[in-house]
């Protein structure tokens, strides 16, 4: 299953694809750098920043990873139980890409049902990559 982050919830997208691979399927994420976070600006942007920068040490957690693509992993991480088996071979099942690669040129792509950004009464969101790169992320766009 392929699914296209560009303009859906993240959160809901994440727990989509988490109950995928529970059932057993392999779920590939394509831009991920194009989801979307809902909230103000400033507050999701402050709530990235403190958890990356000001919490902890260099040495000591929580280590927010400033990829989209394994930003979006770690979110899908957060919705499997993974104290048991079952958790941590779905997340083996996960992978999130940035942008489209050559693989998933040309093939049909997923609609996550109610992850639509468009749906939302509120025009307050984020895009993950503004995300990354406000907490100092540096990627290759394709």
């Known amino acids: 299953m392929i699914i296209d982050a560009t303009n859906m919830i993240v959160g809901?997208?994440?727990?989509?694809?988490?109950?995928?691979?529970?059932?057993?399927?392999?779920?590939?994420?394509?831009?991920?750098?194009?989801?979307?976070?809902?909230?103000?600006?400033?507050d999701v942007l402050h709530k990235y920043w403190y958890r990356a920068r000001d919490m902890g040490g260099p040495r000591k957690g929580p280590f927010i990873i400033r990829l989209p693509d394994r930003f979006v992993r770690r979110i899908v991480k957060g919705m499997l139980p993974m104290n048991k088996p079952r958790g941590r071979e779905a997340h083996k099942k996960v992978m999130c890409y940035i942008g489209v690669t050559e693989q998933f040129k040309d093939k049909p792509t997923v609609k996550v049902p109610g992850a639509d950004v468009s749906k939302l009464s509120m025009l307050k969101r984020v895009s993950v990559g503004d995300i990354c790169k406000h907490m100092g992320g540096k990627w290759n766009e394709l």
């Open 12 to 42: 809901r997208m994440a727990s989509f694809a988490a109950k995928k691979a529970l059932l057993g399927e392999k779920v590939d994420i394509i831009n991920c750098e194009k989801g979307q976070i809902t909230g103000r600006k400033e």
